[in-house]
């Protein structure tokens, strides 16, 4: 069975850093497009970024370009997600995902998913 597990999840201050994991089991993450997404209490997933198969290429939602930054290494099956100038507004719990479309923002188009990890980013 496919597994994604994230981790790296917890409470820092406005202003803090983080990185996320997210570890791949029975999938071959070096054929996928991974996709990091964040849901809010109350809120739509909204899309956070994506990386290309080979790492080359990343796009990012405007409300995290610059502060956030994805990277994966395949030899390791591990896509990974830093967080910089966390703001409040950044409290979410954040999921992995793998599909095959890296420009699409789409959860639907996304395949495979784990279950994610909070992050609350408070004082």
């Known amino acids: 069975q496919v597994q994604l597990v994230e981790s790296g999840g917890r409470l820092v201050q406005p202003g803090g850093s983080l990185r996320l994991s997210c570890a791949a089991s029975?999938?071959?993450?070096?054929?996928?497009?991974m996709g990091w997404f964040r849901q809010a209490p109350g809120k739509e997933r909204e899309f956070v970024g994506a990386?290309?198969?080979?790492?080359?290429?990343?796009h990012y939602a405007d409300s995290v370009k610059g502060r956030f930054t994805i990277s994966r290494d395949n030899a390791k099956n591990t896509v990974y997600l830093q967080m910089n100038s966390l703001k409040p507004e950044d409290t979410a719990v954040y999921s992995c995902?793998?599909?095959?479309?890296?420009?699409?923002?789409?959860?639907?188009?996304?395949?495979?998913w784990g279950q994610g990890t909070q992050v609350t980013v408070s004082s």
């Open positions: 995902a793998a599909g095959n479309m890296f420009y699409d923002t789409t959860a639907k188009e996304y395949n495979y």
């Open positions: 029975r999938l071959d993450i070096s054929r996928y497009t």
């Open positions: 990386i290309s198969r080979s790492g080359v290429s990343t």
